[in-house]
């Protein structure tokens, strides 16, 4: 099982997906990016859809990180998940930072990652 990472610019309410992460629900820490993929298995999403944080580069990379991370302990429990942009700068800073407009992340990753930390 894959889950992609995409970037998107436009509004996230017009999104087709399982779970809708509230700006108010996020902060410049990586705890609240785990509570809410948490929050989203508990109900069982397969999509969930982030708004995108302020324009800082160490912001973005540390939500990116933190998702990654998230999903590679925890293969195939999402099918995609979505960071909305409204504006062009922050789509562009997501879109590079990501490396492209989707990433996949395969569930045989998470077998093979290297975890120095353990």
């Given at each position: 099982?894959?889950?992609?990472?995409?970037?998107?610019?436009?509004?996230?309410?017009?999104?087709?997906?399982?779970?809708?992460?509230?700006?108010?629900?996020?902060?410049?820490?990586?705890?609240?990016?785990?509570?809410?993929?948490?929050?989203?298995?508990?109900?069982?999403?397969r999509s969930v859809a982030?708004?995108?944080?302020?324009?800082?580069?160490?912001e973005v990379e540390l939500a990116?990180?933190?998702?990654?991370?998230?999903?590679?302990?925890?293969?195939?429990?999402?099918?995609?998940?979505?960071?909305?942009?409204?504006?062009?700068?922050?789509?562009?800073?997501?879109?590079?930072?990501?490396?492209?407009?989707?990433?996949?992340?395969?569930?045989?990753?998470?077998?093979?990652?290297?975890?120095?930390?353990?």
């Amino acid at each position: 099982m894959q889950t992609q990472l995409v970037v998107l610019q436009g509004d996230i309410a017009q999104l087709n997906v399982d779970a809708i992460v509230g700006k108010q629900a996020l902060s410049a820490s990586a705890d609240s990016y785990r509570n809410a993929l948490r929050r989203a298995l508990s109900e069982s999403a397969r999509s969930v859809a982030f708004p995108c944080v302020s324009g800082e580069s160490e912001e973005v990379e540390l939500a990116l990180k933190t998702i990654r991370d998230f999903v590679m302990e925890n293969p195939g429990r999402f099918s995609e998940i979505i960071f909305a942009c409204w504006d062009a700068d922050n789509y562009g800073l997501y879109k590079r930072l990501l490396g492209g407009e989707n990433r996949v992340i395969f569930a045989a990753d998470a077998l093979t990652r290297n975890r120095p930390n353990e």
